[in-house]
């Protein structure tokens, strides 16, 4: 079984920027892909962007390509998302996710593991 832990979430002004960190730790090995998922209030959980874990194969959400910037630290088990350009309809609990197969997928039934999510808030 995987754990996942996010972190680095936090109350930033429009246009400003954040990086959050997510630590995978436990059984590790069947890990291929990892994601990026984000859930507003009163709405549902999107997609935001996801990265292969033996390779640099990415994809993001129209709404956030160009503004934000997924990448892994395969020695230590972390993915991270640089958010720049933040803007108000950002505001949202972020998690993180874990595939047990290499294609990258877009569906959070796609994934297998999810951490408790940290809150980022942008303020206009």
């Known amino acids: 079984q995987v754990q996942l832990v996010e972190s680095g979430g936090g109350l930033v002004q429009a246009g400003g920027s954040l990086r959050l960190s997510c630590a995978a730790s436990?059984?590790?090995?069947?890990?291929?892909?990892m994601g990026w998922f984000r859930q507003a209030p009163g709405k549902e959980r999107d997609f935001v962007a996801a990265i292969s874990w033996s390779d640099v194969n990415t994809y993001y959400a129209a709404s956030v390509k160009g503004r934000f910037t997924i990448s892994r630290d395969n020695a230590k088990n972390t993915v991270y998302l640089q958010m720049n350009s933040l803007k108000p309809d950002d505001t949202a609990v972020y998690y993180c996710?874990?595939?047990?197969?290499?294609?990258?997928?877009?569906?959070?039934?796609?994934?297998?593991?999810w951490g408790q999510g940290t809150q980022v808030t942008v303020s206009s």
């Open positions: 996710a874990a595939r047990n197969r290499p294609s990258i997928r877009t569906y959070t039934a796609d994934f297998d593991s």
């Open positions: 436990g059984r590790t090995f069947n890990t291929y892909t």
